[in-house]
């Protein structure tokens, strides 16, 4: 199943979730439909197409080697600049890990798998009391703020997705404190946690999909998705207006980490309302979730 497939099913069933309707794709006439309502569904990349065919190459060898792994369906997300496991035993235990992980699954739940990592801790000084940050933490530096005795810089470059749990970070933060505490000045120290991997069980027939982006397509993803996105809203707004349907929609799929660090929405607020005028919906797809854009239609009965 493409990437499509998958964001087009996630699409219809949160559409039927919300809206209490029994839509179903017919691929034949391209449109969705339930007993009253047809809806023109299209799904686009907010990333183009990648021309690493290295990448390529080695997405689909995994997916040839999880389908034959694991007996039921489902689709691995691959955090933003994240690189695909290679090599032994990593792939391997991957693959073990993912197995793991869909058995427990019901169609559409969501789970983890957590790759081991290592963030790098080193202390600079004994003055100030800050931590430099980069990497998948940078968005939490503040956090560490007053809670050292030094100046520090933290590597958290191999952490590309925290798990959902609330207690997950909280915990992390505190073990990282804890080892800055002991540290004398440009001592360095590893610190073990994990990269969590969303794994989702799907519908339909026994095949994996795996859905990313390579890691060097993630530089300047912010431009790209402006640009990119824009072209997407004009040309899918032209060809839906030209489908004989009640309703009209448009799935992007983005390849953000985590849905609540999603950039589409900032993006949209930069363009003009008439680009995508005639949408009834625009949603975004990310690690498995989906989230309207624009105002839902509010005429559209359950």
Same mark, same amino acid.
């Given at each position: 199943?493409?990437?499509?497939?998958?964001?087009?099913?996630?699409?219809?069933?949160?559409?039927?979730?919300?809206?209490?309707?029994?839509?179903?794709?017919?691929?034949?006439?391209?449109?969705?439909?339930?007993?009253?309502?047809?809806?023109?569904?299209? +799904?686009?990349?907010?990333? %183009? *197409?990648? !021309?690493?065919?290295?990448?390529? &190459?080695?997405?689909? @060898?995994?997916?040839?080697? #999880?389908?034959?792994?694991?007996?039921?369906?489902?689709?691995?997300?691959?955090?933003?600049?994240?690189?695909?496991?290679?090599?032994?035993?990593?792939?391997?235990?991957?693959?073990?890990?993912?197995?793991?992980?869909?058995?427990?699954?019901?169609?559409?739940?969501?789970?983890?798998?957590?790759?081991?990592?290592?963030?790098?801790?080193?202390?600079?000084?004994?003055?100030?009391?800050? +931590?430099?940050?980069?990497? %998948? *933490?940078? !968005?939490?530096?503040?956090?560490? &703020?007053?809670?050292? @005795?030094?100046?520090?810089? #933290?590597?958290?470059?191999?952490?590309?997705?925290?798990?959902?749990?609330?207690?997950?970070?909280?915990?992390?933060?505190?073990?990282?404190?804890?080892?800055?505490?002991?540290?004398e000045t440009g001592q360095m120290v590893e610190i073990e946690t994990i990269d969590a991997w969303t794994v989702q069980r799907r519908d339909?027939?026994?095949?994996?999909?795996?859905?990313?982006?390579?890691?060097?397509?993630?530089?300047?993803?912010?431009?790209?998705?402006?640009?990119?996105?824009?072209?997407?809203?004009?040309?899918?707004?032209?060809?839906?207006?030209?489908?004989?349907?009640?309703?009209?929609?448009?799935?992007?799929?983005?390849?953000?980490?985590?849905?609540?660090?999603?950039?589409?929405?900032?993006?949209?607020?930069?363009?003009?309302?008439?680009?995508?005028?005639?949408?009834?919906?625009?949603?975004?797809?990310?690690?498995?979730?989906?989230?309207?854009?624009?105002?839902?239609?509010?005429?559209?009965?359950?």
């Amino acid at each position: 199943m493409s990437e499509t497939d998958i964001c087009l099913e996630l699409f219809i069933f949160w559409l039927n979730l919300t809206y209490q309707r029994t839509f179903r794709w017919d691929e034949f006439a391209a449109v969705a439909f339930d007993d009253n309502t047809r809806a023109a569904i299209q +799904v686009r990349p907010l990333m %183009g *197409l990648s !021309a690493n065919g290295e990448w390529l &190459t080695a997405r689909d @060898r995994l997916q040839e080697q #999880l389908t034959a792994a694991l007996p039921s369906p489902v689709a691995v997300w691959v955090p933003l600049g994240a690189d695909l496991p290679a090599g032994e035993p990593a792939t391997s235990d991957f693959i073990e890990s993912v197995r793991n992980a869909g058995a427990k699954l019901q169609p559409r739940e969501r789970s983890y798998v957590p790759l081991p990592i290592s963030l790098l801790l080193r202390k600079n000084a004994d003055g100030g009391g800050v +931590v430099s940050v980069t990497g %998948g *933490l940078n !968005a939490h530096w503040a956090r560490f &703020t007053e809670h050292v @005795r030094g100046t520090y810089d #933290l590597d958290s470059t191999r952490l590309h997705r925290l798990p959902e749990s609330e207690e997950h970070l909280p915990e992390l933060i505190d073990r990282i404190i804890e080892r800055a505490a002991k540290l004398e000045t440009g001592q360095m120290v590893e610190i073990e946690t994990i990269d969590a991997w969303t794994v989702q069980r799907r519908d339909g027939k026994q095949a994996v999909t795996v859905i990313g982006v390579p890691a060097a397509d993630a530089q300047d993803m912010g431009l790209a998705v402006r640009r990119n996105f824009r072209r997407v809203l004009a040309e899918s707004t032209s060809a839906l207006r030209e489908v004989e349907a009640e309703l009209r929609a448009l799935v992007v799929l983005g390849p953000y980490p985590r849905i609540e660090q999603e950039g589409a929405t900032t993006a949209m607020r930069g363009y003009d309302p008439a680009l995508y005028a005639g949408l009834d919906f625009v949603c975004l797809v990310a690690d498995g979730l989906v989230k309207p854009l624009i105002q839902p239609p509010a005429g559209l009965p359950p």
